[in-house]
């Protein structure tokens, strides 16, 4: 069965500071895919950025790009420049044919 | 489209009372997935359909919970004699066929079982 951890129930972060948020998975397959989920408070859950397993090249979307270490199954979102709004709950997931979250890290902004 | 909507937002019952779900998903995607999260929780997985056929039901789904997605629009997820710890928000997503598309999520049902 797929396992995603996320190690870091709580990070803080100062505006226009950088945050690294970790995520590891486990799985046998070599096909997948992996996002970075985020959850506001009392809001919807978003798509922040994706990655498919097959490529090597690390995804990017404006302030937000993710370090993937295929070999070691790590899978780790960076955010440059936080902002007020990036406050919430973030969620690493693993895709085959179901998707699989991780227990979630709560991301603090400090103005 | 204004995306993947769910009724009823919140749900407060009694326990042994059958509630019922509804999702609408986005209307050209055709896969719909059911998820339960609970507090300081991620979302888990429950089952997931492929227009009206359901492809895939996890082991949490016991034998009180049963969906449906009769004409492959939208879905409902019905749990029979609840249990207090069926509380939680009850998410469904909706993306297109391909597994790596990203799934669309609504705002969830938050069931209160009393």
């Given at each position: 069965a797929q396992t995603v951890t996320q190690s870091q129930p709580e990070m803080s972060v100062q505006e226009a500071e950088t945050v690294t948020l970790s995520c590891t998975y486990d799985t046998s397959e070599s096909d997948y895919y992996l996002f970075w989920y985020k959850q506001p408070p009392s809001r919807q859950m978003i798509l922040v950025i994706r990655q498919e397993a097959y490529k090597q090249q690390n995804a990017t979307e404006n302030r937000f790009s993710v370090n993937f270490q295929k070999a070691a199954k790590s899978f780790s979102l960076k955010i440059s420049?936080?902002?007020?709004?990036?406050a919430a709950m973030y969620f690493c997931a693993y895709n085959n044919n179901d998707m699989r979250f991780g227990a979630g890290t709560r991301l603090t902004v400090k103005p | 489209d204004t995306g993947v909507s769910q009724d009823p937002r919140h749900k407060i019952t009694k326990r042994g009372q059958n509630v019922t779900f509804r999702c609408d998903p986005i209307?050209?995607?055709?896969r719909l997935y059911w998820y339960r999260q609970t507090l300081g929780q991620g979302p888990e997985f429950l089952t997931y359909f492929q227009n009206e056929a359901q492809l895939e039901k996890s082991?949490?789904?016991?034998?009180?919970f049963s969906a449906e997605r009769p004409k492959g629009s939208f879905s409902t997820l019905e749990i029979q004699?609840?249990?207090?710890?069926?509380?939680a928000m009850y998410l469904c997503a909706s993306s297109p066929t391909l597994p790596g598309n990203e799934q669309f999520f609504g705002p969830g049902t938050r069931l209160t079982v009393l």
């Amino acid at each position: 069965a797929q396992t995603v951890t996320q190690s870091q129930p709580e990070m803080s972060v100062q505006e226009a500071e950088t945050v690294t948020l970790s995520c590891t998975y486990d799985t046998s397959e070599s096909d997948y895919y992996l996002f970075w989920y985020k959850q506001p408070p009392s809001r919807q859950m978003i798509l922040v950025i994706r990655q498919e397993a097959y490529k090597q090249q690390n995804a990017t979307e404006n302030r937000f790009s993710v370090n993937f270490q295929k070999a070691a199954k790590s899978f780790s979102l960076k955010i440059s420049d936080s902002q007020l709004g990036d406050a919430a709950m973030y969620f690493c997931a693993y895709n085959n044919n179901d998707m699989r979250f991780g227990a979630g890290t709560r991301l603090t902004v400090k103005p | 489209d204004t995306g993947v909507s769910q009724d009823p937002r919140h749900k407060i019952t009694k326990r042994g009372q059958n509630v019922t779900f509804r999702c609408d998903p986005i209307s050209e995607h055709n896969r719909l997935y059911w998820y339960r999260q609970t507090l300081g929780q991620g979302p888990e997985f429950l089952t997931y359909f492929q227009n009206e056929a359901q492809l895939e039901k996890s082991r949490l789904l016991s034998d009180r919970f049963s969906a449906e997605r009769p004409k492959g629009s939208f879905s409902t997820l019905e749990i029979q004699r609840t249990e207090q710890g069926d509380s939680a928000m009850y998410l469904c997503a909706s993306s297109p066929t391909l597994p790596g598309n990203e799934q669309f999520f609504g705002p969830g049902t938050r069931l209160t079982v009393l």
